[in-house]
């Protein structure tokens, strides 16, 4: 339970993050839909938060630098969560009949503290330990 202690301000910092990155995630899918339809349209919108969301997990929540090592640990961290993140997305949209804006927030909430434990080692020196 202490080592949660000890990471409270991260993942308080975390989550910040992620609720500006689920924000953006709205914004870019309202932009999206003008072009595509929702399902390509939030697979385009994940590619932009990815590099917005580096950028801020690697510099406020983590304050590491940015570094080629430290974009390709994170895309291969979070290669698996965007997926997810999409197929979560995909179904309860077509298979469930759930507006899109609903079905952002419920895919991103799922794989959200996992998600964090896992960026966090992607990002920290000796995996954050």
Same mark, same amino acid.
């Given at each position: 339970?202490?080592?949660?202690?000890?990471?409270?301000?991260?993942?308080?910092?975390?989550?910040? $993050?992620?609720?500006?990155?689920?924000?953006?995630?709205?914004?870019?899918?309202?932009?999206?839909?003008?072009?595509?339809?929702?399902?390509?349209?939030?697979?385009?919108?994940?590619?932009? &938060?990815?590099?917005?969301?580096?950028?801020?997990?690697?510099?406020?929540?983590?304050?590491?630098?940015?570094?080629? $090592?430290?974009?390709?640990?994170?895309?291969?961290?979070?290669?698996?969560?965007?997926?997810?993140?999409?197929?979560?997305?995909?179904?309860?949209?077509?298979?469930? $009949?759930?507006?899109?804006?609903?079905?952002?927030?419920?895919?991103?909430?799922? &794989?959200? &503290?996992?998600?964090?434990?896992?960026?966090?080692?992607?990002?920290?020196?000796?995996? $954050?330990?």
């Amino acid at each position: 339970m202490s080592i949660w202690l000890a990471r409270g301000p991260q993942f308080l910092r975390y989550a910040a $993050g992620s609720a500006v990155m689920l924000g953006l995630k709205l914004l870019l899918m309202q932009e999206a839909v003008g072009w595509l339809r929702e399902v390509p349209a939030y697979a385009a919108v994940q590619v932009a &938060v990815f590099f917005a969301s580096y950028a801020w997990h690697s510099r406020v929540t983590f304050a590491a630098r940015f570094s080629r $090592g430290g974009l390709g640990r994170y895309l291969r961290t979070m290669v698996g969560f965007q997926a997810l993140d999409w197929l979560l997305f995909s179904v309860i949209f077509t298979r469930l $009949g759930v507006e899109s804006n609903l079905a952002i927030l419920t895919s991103t909430a799922v &794989v959200f &503290v996992v998600r964090f434990v896992c960026v966090r080692r992607s990002l920290l020196p000796g995996g $954050g330990a």
